[in-house]
């Protein structure tokens, strides 16, 4: 499983573009942050916990850990 293919799919589903989630993790940071650096990342699997966590609470998700 490759987590930036499992975020675009859940902005997709949810009707939002990746300008959106790079322009509001700008926002959370206080620097810029830009589309291509989010894109990248997301391709690379190199998005690290904050940023994760970012994008999937403006896409209305949380990330879940559970004992098997």
Do not use: H
């Not at 589309?35 to 896409?59: C, H, P, R, W, Y």
């Amino acid at each position: 499983m490759n987590i930036g293919n499992e975020i675009k799919k859940l902005a997709v589903d949810n009707c939002v573009t990746l300008t959106y989630l790079a322009d509001c993790i700008s926002k959370k940071k206080g620097k810029p942050y830009s589309v291509q650096n989010l894109s990248t990342k997301l391709k690379k699997g190199t998005a690290n916990f904050n940023e994760l966590t970012m994008i999937l609470d403006e896409l209305g998700y949380q990330i879940k850990f559970e004992k098997k």
